[in-house]
């Protein structure tokens, strides 16, 4: 059997379940800079300055259960802020807020800002060059926080997720889906550490175990499903090599919707570019 490879997939959207929809709306429309697009019943969907762009939806389930400190599926979030100034003006609204800073980090070819929402999952925003072999050093927010100019109080139309970094307790079967099952070249990273590159996206998995990594995301808060725009024959052939391997899938009767569930129990929808946007 050929080697099948999905062409350049696009991440268009992190579905994240929360518990307290105001309160997340505020991070990250008032804070991070996201650009609130519309309320819909319990779901809150955010993007960037482009009209089409859907890069965040806020689920409220306010059932879900918490696992407050376990962890997670989702490790990390990173944020791809395409200008120093537009990072310094992020970098101003959160001293302003007086906002939590986990970790700030420069080295010659990057500046990232590392923040957990108010729900705990966390986010990496950063402008400049990624790499998983950097050798990084503290620096003074407020020195960057200087350089701000106000020019951009929301997010601009470059800004975009380039990364997420997950936790499994089956690495080798998440790799294997990655890889083999929708058709994604993996890499070796670092020791414990896989990444997945795909168009202008990737994904780190680290082993781990307990927490909410063997729960239903329909249980628990945190990471919902993800979402991503392919070419309308890529549908047609994932679906064929689906069924070639006996994968369990859902594709809808006008064949511009395939959903999947990977090992970790992330739900990934692969959604046509002809499929016009609700």
């Not at 300055?49 to 859907?54: C, F, N, V």
Request: hydrophobic share 40%.
């Amino acid at each position: 059997m050929a080697e099948f490879a999905l062409a350049a997939a696009g991440l268009e959207t992190v579905a994240l379940r929360v518990k307290n929809r105001n309160l997340m709306i505020e991070f990250y429309r008032d804070i991070i800079g996201f650009n609130l697009k519309r309320e819909e019943n319990e779901l809150a969907i955010f993007g960037n300055a482009k009209s089409k762009s859907e890069l965040l939806w806020l689920e409220e389930s306010p059932y879900a259960q918490d696992h407050t400190g376990e962890i997670k599926k989702l490790q990390r979030l990173c944020l791809v802020i395409p200008s120093e100034k537009e990072l310094a003006d992020v970098a101003q609204r959160l001293i302003k807020a007086d906002y939590p800073i986990k970790d700030a980090l420069a080295d010659n070819d990057a500046t990232g800002i590392l923040v957990e929402d108010p729900e705990g999952n966390q986010l990496e925003i950063y402008f400049g060059t990624k790499s998983e072999h950097q050798n990084p050093t503290a620096f003074n927010l407020a020195d960057l926080a200087q350089k701000a100019t106000g020019e951009f109080p929301r997010l601009s139309d470059d800004v975009h997720f380039d990364k997420l970094h997950l936790n499994t307790s089956r690495l080798k079967e998440q790799q294997d889906f990655l890889e083999n099952v929708i058709g994604l070249k993996v890499q070796d990273e670092t020791s414990g550490i896989l990444a997945l590159n795909g168009g202008n996206f990737h994904v780190g998995l680290t082993a781990g175990q307990g927490g909410t990594l063997d729960l239903s995301t329909d249980d628990v808060l945190g990471l919902d499903f993800l979402q991503f725009r392919v070419l309308p024959t890529d549908i047609l052939a994932l679906a064929d090599h689906l069924a070639s391997l006996n994968v369990a899938f859902f594709i809808d009767q006008k064949k511009q919707i395939i959903t999947i569930y990977d090992p970790t129990g992330i739900e990934w929808w692969f959604i046509s570019k002809d499929k016009k946007r609700h």
